[in-house]
Structure formats: structure tokens, C-alpha cells
């Protein structure tokens, strides 16, 4: 069940070149870090298949948010590495690792009266230096970008004029713009309406699936992970108690150990993905609701 | 430079329109230097202003009124203006705090302090030392401003900031008035180091704190893309590939030295810093690029402006040019108070 396997995303679906042996880019080895003095990672190993939506998932402070800024360099490990095509990213250039990688981290503060426009352009920061300026290059990155995330019609109003989802989209374009294969995301549906969520997280298939991009995503929603992960990980104190395909590790047990969650777990027919349906306990009877 | 040629037309009109604005700027704060010139005890014309510029007759004593008396103020303003408003700009920015500028937070009357201590208790008068004197005091009442701020419950947040600011900014006035008092100092001298003056300063300063004051104020223009990414959060910027930390201390000792700069060559000039870069905000956006160059022009032409109504005002006294700059500065900080926490 934990085996530590990329090659086995055998998922049924229409992930590309799932169940082929696929590279991995970004790699942790026993990786261990934490805030000051309390450690958070407990020694992960985690191989990041390249070109599939990766969904890590877990009760609050696991440590999925911390496995995920470690990886993006953001947090530096107090054991183990982070790999970023072999290379140990803490001991990187930091520009060089955001030319290569994306993040869009959780609670991103929007500048007051920064457009889209611009809010977007932020993203070729790691492409730009003093002598090298803004080119055609930039230029097309960020209209790419814009469009990808069909923000174009309201590129030139203020981003914190917006909606959530759409200053979402936002947010997820300036790291479109940073034109990286890699692309780490913390918790980017928390706090949005469901339909936005389910948009959201369609743009993001879209990316991995057709674009190739590889998409590290931390999700609290369990359904909606299970929903859209090629590759599901799932942590409990600072270890991954379980790693691979939803259809083979969405399952009553296993939700039972990493959550401590009572659930049932079933197959959606029109999706073929899992759904978890969690089970209320009933002490006492429900009262009786008389209608009319 | 080929791609560069290649841009599409809608840069360039982007890049073409702040040019064309910072040229009007400009060409305002000449006009505004030349008004500061013109007026005073004795008023001369603009002609003559601008004839004594372009072809200085060491025979007119209007000329000579101009190039030893009037304008090495103006551009004592100018210098100090600019240095404010950009300190201000940076400093929101870094914190992604509105309220933040050298005055309210602290650093004015930290360097102030140092210096009057340096020159009342130590006799230390040198212009090569004063600008470092007051560099040390602005650093420490910075650090302490936000010590007392993350020590507060609740953490550092713009209201425990402006508190603690306000907090040291009255502990160190205090002591700023019982030194002269001791001291039996002129009025003069402690109005200049209290609320900040341009009225007789020494301009043998500008020697020694002009050179930091520049390389700081270059320093400011050129980390402003670095800001503006640092103001969309913490872990956005390092994502970006910006060396956060790398980046607020080199941003520390920009603000600093502008603080310190400024402060010994006119006094605390208060709230400078705070209205000037919001002001910019509201034609220039929220890009630092073009925040930080706008803050040094507009602080630089509202400065000679604001030291333009202090000689002016009540002829033939002259009120204390940081007087005024709070006079006009504390009802827009209590707009934008307002404005914000709406």
C-alpha cells in the first residue's frame, strides 16, 4: 500500500501516460523540518511524478503545508533533502529553483489597486534582472497566462475589486506566467464556493494533463482530492501513511487511520472516482421533523 | 537589445505615460524651487530668480541673496523631501503596513535624540559623525519600536506599531526637551530638533550627508521591483526567487540611512513620509517601480512647497517648516486612518 512508487498510477481515467514508468523531478529524501524548535516532518520520502496532479492531503498540522514550502525552498529543512532535478534545493540559487518552480502559497496579500495585469506580470520576476527588462517574451508569458486562467477581461481592474475565485485565478496565472513545469499550491480551494473550486481544480487537470506541468497541491477537501489527484498522498504527524493511486488508497481504512474519520466510502459511476460520505454518529435518536 | 525594440504597443505606451508624467514633475519642482527663492523678506521676481541661475552676477546683491541664502535651502528641501517620501514608500511596502513612515514609526526621533545627545552631552559637532549618530539612533529606535510591537499581544500589526512608535517617539521628545532645557539652548535649536526646521541649517551637512543620502536614495529606486513582489506576502516573493531576508535588510539600512540623512541635515520632519507615497498610489498605482522614483519627486516638490508657506505665512516671523508639515500632514494621516480601517 505504501510503497513508494510513482510507476503504479494506474489510475482508470484520462491521466496521459499514467501506468508508463514516469520520471520525477522533485524529490524529497528523509526530509525533516519544522518552526523552531518543534519538528514538523518526520523523515519523508516522497517522489513527485512529473506531469500528473499530485493532491497531499491530511488532518491540520500533519505537516502538508511544511513538506510542500520545503520543497519550494521556502522552509529550510533540518534534515534530508529536497530535490529538484538532483539537486539539493536549499543549496540552490533561489532564482534558479523559481525559474523551475512555482508556488502559490496560502494567504497571498493582494497589493491594494494592483491590477491583473501587473499582479501577473509579478510572476516574470524570476526571468528579469536590472540589465534584462521586460520583453516580448514577458509580455506573451503574461497574456498566455491570462487567458489560460480566463482572466483576460478584467485584466486591467484591480484584483481586490474581485471575486475569490477570480482573484484566485489571479494568483494562479502569475505563477502560469512564471512559465515553470513545476507548480506547488497550498490549499488553493479553501474558502471558495464549490462550483468555483471544482473550475479551479479543472483549470489545474488541464494544466497537468495537457500542458504537461507537474502540480504539487495541498487539499483540505478530501472529496475533492479524491476527485482529481493522479497521485494521492496522505499524512499523519509528519509522516506519509499512505501513497499512490486514489482508486487503490481512498478507502474506509485508510481514512479511518490518517483521519481518525468514520466514513464510507464509495464509487461515483458517472466519474468512476471514490467519494467519502462520513458517517454522523447518532447517540440518540434524530428528532422528529414533522413537515406541514 | 533586439526584443527590446520588438515590444508591443501597449508597453510601450506604459512605459511612455510615467516618463512623460516624472518630466512634469520635474519641471514642477523647478517652478516650485523658484517660488521658495523668490519669496521671502526681501521678494524678488522670478526673472530675477532665474536670470541669477542661468548667469550669476557676483555684483547684484540679488544674487548673491540667491546663491548663499535661498537656495541652498531650497535644495535642502528638495534633498530632504525626496529622502523622506521614499523612506515612507519603502517602508510600507517591506511591512504591507499603510501607517508606516520614518516619523510615526519611530526613526525620526531616534536619530534626532542621537544627535542632540552627541551634541549636547558629548560635544560632538563634527558633520563627518552626525549622520552616523543619528544612522545608530534611527537603527535602535527601530529595533525597539518593533521589539515592543512583537512583545504586545497580538504581535506586530500596524496598530501595535504606531502605538509603540508614537510611545518611543514621546519617551525620546522628552528627553530631546530636557537636554536643551538643561543646556539653556536656543528656541531655535530645539524646534529644529523636535518638529524639524530648514530654517539656518548648517549646509556644510550636505557634504557628508548627501553622498549616503544619494547612494540610499538610488539604492530605493533600484530594489523597487523586489518590493513590490515583497508586498504580495512573505512566502509569494521567496516563491518568485527573492531572498527575503537578504532583501528587508538591505531595505533596513536603505530606510535608515535616508532617515538618519534627512533628520541631521533638517530635523524630524513628520508625516512627510506617510501622505507622499499614498498620494503617488493614487495616480501611480501599486508597482514600486514607479511608487518609489514618484514618492522622491512629489516629497521633493511638496517639501519646497510646504517650506515655501512657512516663510511665507506669518511675515516677517517664520514658523518651523515641521510645523507645517504636520499641520497638514496629521489631518490626511487621520483620513487615511479613516480610509483604511473602514
Known sequence: MAKDSPNLIGISGDAPAVGTPTASR?????????????????????????GCITALVGPNGCGKSTLLKTLARILKP???????????????????????????????VTPEGLTVRELVAQGRFPHQSLIRQWTRADEDAVNRAMQTADITDFADRPVDSLSGGQRQRCWIAMVLAQETDLILLDEPTTFLDLKVQVDLMNLLTQLAHAERRTLVIVLHELNLAAAYADYLVMMKNGKIVSRGAVADIFNAETLKTVFDLDATVIVDNASGRPVCVPLPKRHVQPPRVVYG | MADVEEVARPTNLRRIAPAGAALIMCVVIVLTMAVHIAVGAKQLPLSTVFEALLHKNDKVFDHIIIWDLRLPRAI??????????????????????????????????????????????????????????????????????????????????????????????????????????????????????????????????????????FVALI?????????????????????????????????????????????????????????????????????????????????????TAVD???????QPQE????????????????????????
Not at chain 2, 508586498?231 to 533596513?252: P, R
Not at chain 2, 515655501?308 to 506669518?314: G, K, P
Not at chain 2, 514658523?319 to 473602514?342: C, E, H, N, Q, Y
Request: contains cysteine; hydrophobic residues 55%; proline residues 5%.
Open chain 1, 26 to 50: 522533485l524529490q524529497a529524501k528523509t526530509l525533516c523540518a519544522g518552526y523552531d524548535n518543534a519538528p514538523v516532518l518526520d523523515g519523508i520520502d516522497l517522489t513527485i511524478p512529473d
Open chain 1, 78 to 108: 533540518s534534515g534530508g533533502t529536497a530535490l529538484l532535478d538532483g539537486k539539493d534545493v536549499f543549496s540552490s540559487n533561489t532564482r534558479e529553483v523559481a525559474a523551475k518552480l512555482g508556488l502559490l502559497p496560502q494567504g497571498p
Open chain 2, 219 to 303: 539604492a530605493g529606486l533600484l530594489l523597487g521591483r523586489q518590493v513590490t513582489v515583497l508586498s504580495m506576502g512573505d512566502e509569494v516573493a521567496a516563491g518568485l526567487g527573492v531572498k527575503t531576508g537578504h532583501l528587508k535588510l538591505m531595505l533596513l539600512a536603505v530606510v535608515v540611512v535616508l532617515t538618519a540623512s534627512a533628520v541631521t541635515l533638517a530635523g524630524p520632519l513628520g508625516f512627510i513620509g506617510l501622505v507622499i507615497p499614498h498620494a503617488v498610489r493614487l495616480f501611480a498605482g501599486s508597482d514600486y517601480r514607479l511608487i518609489v522614483p514618484f514618492s522622491a519627486l512629489a516629497g521633493a516638490a511638496y517639501l
Open chain 2, 308 to 314: 515655501t508657506v512657512a516663510r511665507m505665512a506669518l
Open chain 2, 76 to 213: 535642502l528641501a528638495v534633498v530632504v523631501g525626496a529622502a523622506i517620501s521614499v523612506a515612507g514608500a519603502l517602508m510600507q511596502g517591506v511591512t504591507r503596513n499603510p501607517l508606516a513612515d520614518p516619523g510615526i514609526l519611530g526613526l525620526m526621533a531616534g536619530a534626532s535624540f542621537a544627535v542632540v545627545t552627541a551634541l549636547n552631552l558629548f560635544g560632538i559637532s563634527s558633520p563627518v559623525w552626525l549622520p552616523v549618530i543619528a544612522a545608530a539612533g534611527a537603527l535602535v529606535a527601530a529595533v525597539v519600536v518593533y521589539g515592543i510591537a512583537v512583545w504586545a499581544p497580538g504581535g506586530a500589526t500596524p496598530a501595535t506599531l504606531t502605538l509603540s512608535g508614537a510611545a518611543v517617539t514621546a519617551f525620546l521628545g522628552a528627553f530631546i526637551s530636557l537636554m536643551h532645557i538643561m543646556n539653556e539652548d536656543g528656541f531655535d535649536q530645539l524646534r529644529v530638533w523636535l518638529t524639524g526646521s530648514l530654517a539656518g541649517r548648517d549646509l556644510g551637512l550636505l557634504i557628508y550627508a548627501g553622498p549616503p543620502l
Open chain 2, 319 to 342: 514658523i518651523s517648516t515641521g510645523l507645517v508639515t504636520a499641520m497638514i500632514g496629521a489631518p490626511l494621516f487621520v483620513f487615511l486612518v479613516w480610509k483604511k480601517t473602514r
